[in-house]
């Protein structure tokens, strides 16, 4: 398993990270505690949560279920929490069931770290995400029609730094290590680094947004930041919400996957998406690959890379993606993909 640096904190992650956002809904607690034990195992050594998991669905009866089953783990497992580093996220505007609703703050800040800390069973978390930025995102296919005018700008900056006071405040406490960015732009991520070279405060070690062979957002300017700045990405939905896999061609709908549980695939499902699967489907086959391994290595390679963070319904799943941790692709297949990329510029 190769490692990576989390930013510049010092911190080294492996760069394949275990996704819970399942553990909860379609992954029992029993399941979810196998696939901890598995990926510690395989050399995996980051963890990826948030206080609004679990998904599919979302709803106000399972909310921090999902840190309750990795607290669990943790309170039976209590020699090993340091065998690996822990990420959770702070939830913002818009999600009714944490704070009805309201902005991350100063005031918001110290009360969800503390409810993902007597959730999670633990005395700090290791990398505190804040989930999305309170101005928008262009991310979960927002991009379409994405307006970032709106706002005052010496108000975000304002928040910026009243947040950035906040995390040193936690960090002092010894609550958090360390602190990222999720569904983020490129000026958003260059504002708080730039107040954190200033102040000294937390600075931004790393920036969670969707990235797969269907979703490249991050390849222009995000990319030529992350280069700069020490900001590294870690990728979620890798495999492009199970897409990429191959599961969903030909109309096949496997029960339990997400797409029975959510349609359309949070606006992802489309006949151009089936076609560009397919695409990188005859690659695989091609050349032999399981388009699971070939996509995950494909991620993992590109320069901007920190980790990628999958997700596994069950372990099976999770086996299959252990079992192509070690596949480093050929320069003919990542020529290949850049190919198809072209042909499939933007297929959600």
């Known amino acids: 398993m190769k490692m990576k640096p989390l930013g510049r904190t010092g911190v080294m992650v492996s760069d394949l990270c275990l996704g819970t956002m399942t553990f909860g809904t379609q992954t029992s607690e029993t399941g979810g505690h196998r696939q901890m034990d598995m990926a510690l195992a395989a050399g995996i050594n980051f963890v990826d949560a948030a206080e609004m998991y679990p998904v599919n669905p979302i709803s106000k009866e399972t909310v921090g279920r999902t840190e309750e089953i990795l607290g669990n783990w943790n309170a039976s497992n209590a020699a090993r929490r340091g065998d690996y580093v822990l990420a959770t996220k702070h939830s913002g505007a ?64 304002a928040n910026m730094q009243e947040c950035l006071e906040a995390l040193q405040a936690q960090v002092e406490k010894g609550n958090i290590r360390a602190f990222g960015l999720s569904n983020e732009s490129a000026w958003g991520t260059a504002q708080w680094v730039r107040l954190a070279d200033e102040t000294g405060a937390p600075r931004v070690a790393s920036v969670q947004n969707e990235y797969s062979m ?118 003919d297949v990542l020529k290949e993909i850049n190919l198809a990329h072209r042909a499939h510029p933007m297929p959600y």
């Not at 770290?113 to 804040?130: A, M, P, W």
């Not at 061609?249 to 006949?271: A, Y």
């Not at 993992?300 to 596949?327: N, Y």
Request: hydrophobic residues 35%; glycine residues 10%.
């Open 94 to 157: 818009g999600f009714s069931h944490a704070r009805d609703g309201a902005p991350i703050s100063g005031q918001t800040i110290p009360q969800a770290i503390e409810g993902s800390l007597r959730r999670l069973q633990t005395d700090y978390i290791d990398l505190y995400q804040f989930h999305w930025p309170n101005r928008g995102s262009y991310m979960f296919r927002q991009n379409w029609d994405y307006d970032p005018s709106g706002g005052d700008r010496d108000e975000v900056v």
């Open 214 to 331: 269907l979703c490249r957002h991050f390849d222009t300017d995000m990319a030529e930041l992350s280069a700069h700045e020490d900001v590294g990405l870690l990728a979620f939905s890798p495999l492009a919400a199970g897409f990429l896999t191959g599961k969903y061609q030909g109309g096949s709908v496997p029960e339990g996957s997400r797409m029975s549980l959510v349609p359309e695939m949070g606006g992802r499902k489309s006949d151009r998406v089936f076609d560009a699967v397919a695409a990188y489907l005859e690659i695989a086959d091609k050349h032999g690959l399981d388009p699971v391994h070939m996509a995950l290595s494909w991620c993992r390679s590109r320069p901007f890379m920190t980790s990628a963070i999958f997700g596994a319904t069950d372990e099976a799943q999770l086996q299959r993606i252990l079992d192509g941790k070690d596949l480093e692709l050929s320069q």
